[in-house]
């Protein structure tokens, strides 16, 4: 009953994206600071 388009998978998708996205912009700032 796991398909692509379930609930959970598409959560991590957005999940994964925002990780990448908050990591990005903090390394952004530390590099912005030096």
């Known amino acids: ?3 692509v388009w379930s ?3 598409r959560m991590d998708k957005i ?3 925002c990780m ?3 990591i990005s ?3 952004h700032q530390i ?3 030096k």
């Open 31 to 33: 590099i912005k600071q």
């Open 1 to 3: 009953m796991i398909s």
């Open 7 to 9: 609930p959970t998978n």
């Open 20 to 22: 990448t996205q908050a």
């Open 25 to 27: 912009l903090y390394m």
């Open 15 to 17: 999940m994964v994206l």
